[in-house]
T-cell receptor, first 113, second 114 residues
């Protein structure tokens, strides 16, 4: 079946540090890949997405590249801010029949001033 | 922000009682979803709807039922709540079933079953 694995966290960084949150996936076919962010007390918001191999999704300084050869979609940001503190979810959606959105377990990021 | 509201936002109930959660959208999207969020599990799909009166089961549907009598409303019912159903419940909507289509999420309902 389909699955998404991401680092558990929490990840604690100082402001302006470089961020990487790893995400790997298992799926048949060619899924679309997503990163969602959840700020405290809120629902999930789409952060970025990529729909085919080698695509790079980007938003708010965050980037992730769809790597089919390594089945990965790692999230990166060059300089994090305190306001980036949140839980980040990697997700995939297959393009075949019954294509449910499958989430990873989430990674909590804490950025300290 | 997508126009999605959930009610109630918080609820405490006792084991064995029925509970209904409501999701309301103003986007006229065809597809609606109910997820539960538990630590370490991310979000898991409970049920989804692909139109008025058209629903189907997701990954963790046991103990839950849904109804959709209008495009804008999707109800999730716990017929007899159990402590294992203590969770945060999220509603989501999407315009199509296309794998590239973004799903938009509501603010969530926190349910505690004592």
């Amino acid at each position: 079946g389909n699955s998404v694995t991401q680092m558990e966290g929490p990840v604690t960084l100082s402001e302006e540090a470089f961020l990487t949150i790893n995400c790997t996936y298992t799926a048949t076919g060619y899924p679309s890949l997503f990163w969602y962010v959840q700020y405290p007390g809120e629902g999930l918001q789409l952060l970025l997405k990529a729909t085919k191999a080698d695509d790079k999704g980007s938003n708010k300084g965050f980037e992730a590249t769809y790597r089919k050869e390594t089945t990965s979609f790692h999230l990166e940001k060059g300089s994090v801010q305190v306001s980036d503190s949140a839980v980040y979810f990697c997700a995939l959606r297959p393009n075949n029949a019954g294509n449910m959105l499958t989430f990873g377990g989430g990674t909590r990021l804490m950025v300290k001033p | 922000d997508a126009g999605i509201t959930q009610s109630p936002r918080h609820k405490v109930t006792e084991t064995g009682t029925p509970v209904t959660l409501r999701c309301h959208q103003t986007e006229n999207h065809r597809y609606m979803y109910w997820y539960r969020q538990d630590p370490g599990h991310g979000l898991r799909l409970i049920h989804y709807s692909y139109g008025v009166k058209d629903t189907d089961k997701g990954e963790v549907s046991d103990g839950y039922s849904v109804s959709r009598s209008k495009t804008e409303d999707f109800l999730l019912t716990l017929e007899s709540a159990t402590s294992s159903q203590t969770s945060v419940y999220f509603c989501a909507i999407s315009e199509s079933w296309d794998s590239q289509e973004t799903q938009y999420f509501g603010p969530g309902t926190r349910l505690l079953v004592l």
